[in-house]
């Protein structure tokens, strides 16, 4: 069994920070890929940043400059630094994770089941 654990939301002004945390624990033998998702009223589910490796990273668009994703290996835990938010990061972000079964498996993928970020005055 496989769980994602997901912390951080909430809300927030304008212009304002948020940090959400995602937690991986089970049983797996190496994470391939962490990141973060989002999905608006309405939207698709959306890629807003992914860390492979430990050390290489994709923003979208929207949020680069803005957001920073990282991860601590040891602790199977990765983050999402949101700086500089506006109205429309509004959403339901999850935590998303490609997990190898074992040390040779193509990698699985699993998802949390979401915290809410709203931005508003």
């Known amino acids: 069994q496989v769980q994602l654990a997901e912390s951080g939301g909430g809300l927030v002004q304008p212009g304002g920070s948020l940090r959400l945390s995602c937690a991986a624990s089970g049983s797996f033998a190496s994470i391939k890929t962490m990141g973060w998702y989002r999905q608006g009223p309405g939207e698709e589910r959306e890629q807003v940043a992914t860390i492979t490796g430990g050390t290489s990273t994709n923003y979208a668009d929207s949020v680069k400059g803005r957001f920073t994703i990282s991860r601590d290996n040891a602790k199977n835990t990765v983050y999402l630094q949101m700086n500089s938010l506006k109205p429309e990061d509004t959403a339901v972000y999850y935590c998303?994770?490609?997990?190898?079964?074992?040390?040779?498996?193509?990698?699985?993928?699993?998802w949390g089941q979401g915290t809410q970020v709203t931005v508003s005055s």
């Open positions: 998303y994770a490609a997990l190898r079964r074992t040390p040779w498996d193509t990698p699985y993928d699993y």
